[in-house]
């Protein structure tokens, strides 16, 4: 069974719309992991969580981990073109030594 | 400098061929993995290795076998290649222990034909 879910699958938004886009865990989550990956190319790393509550802001991107480490959703403010491509979560249970992601969401934007 | 550097990034080769996929971290980190991403960008965890020594084999044919020679080294080799075996394979690293802070290389494009 897939552990991680993300929603939507894709998406499709206009040049200066805000987005947001979910990763729901089945169980407690020891970290939660954000990257971007442009077609052809590798994971970018964008944010790491891992505290209940937390969020975090890079540029225009907020990431925030729900109190019980189960959901985190990732906001884009003012999308651009260069936004677009594949979003993934991945979660780290703590002790497992790897890293389990979801499916990933991929984002277009239009000029 | 590049932190996880993975070669060759590009890799076309006829079924039946032995092909290897290298890979390099100059991070320091203890542990070393491989993923696959499928067709559908699917990202999946394949191998991982602690200083040298197999921790994680996901269930993957044996016709591939890791090789980590150092820690800072994890080589993939792929037997009899199918073409089912066609996807991105990914190396990633990290400090281990539930720490977190992973970083994966650019990726290995793999077609077989």
């Known amino acids: 069974s897939q552990e991680l879910e993300q929603s939507p699958q894709s998406l499709i938004v206009q040049e200066g719309k805000n987005l947001t886009i979910n990763c729901t865990s089945s169980?407690?989550?020891?970290?939660l992991y954000w990257y971007k990956q442009k077609y052809g190319e590798g994971l970018i790393f964008l944010m790491m969580?891992?505290?209940?509550?937390e969020e975090k802001s890079h540029e225009k991107i907020t990431a925030k981990l729900d109190e019980k480490k189960q959901q985190s959703s990732l906001h884009i403010t003012a999308s651009q073109p260069s936004h677009a491509g594949i979003y993934l979560c991945g979660a780290d249970r703590g002790g497992s030594e790897k890293l389990v992601f979801g499916k990933g969401m991929k984002l277009t934007v239009n000029p | 400098d590049t932190a996880v550097s993975q070669t060759p990034k590009y890799l076309v080769t006829q079924m039946g061929n032995d092909k290897s996929i290298k890979c390099e971290q100059n991070?320091?980190?203890?542990?070393m993995y491989w993923y696959k991403q499928d067709s559908k960008k699917f990202l999946k965890i394949m191998f991982s290795y602690n200083n040298k020594e197999l921790i994680i084999n996901e269930t993957v044919p044996n016709r591939f076998s890791p090789k980590s020679p150092d820690k800072a080294h994890l080589n993939l080799h792929i037997n009899s290649l199918e073409l089912g075996d066609s996807a991105v394979y990914f190396c990633?690293?990290?400090?281990?222990?539930?720490?977190?802070?992973?970083?994966f290389g650019s990726g290995t494009r793999l077609t077989v034909v």
């Open positions: 969580l891992q505290k209940g509550g």
């Open positions: 169980k407690t989550l020891y970290g």
């Open positions: 990633a690293s990290s400090q281990g222990g539930g720490f977190g802070g992973y970083t």
């Open positions: 991070l320091g980190h203890d542990t």
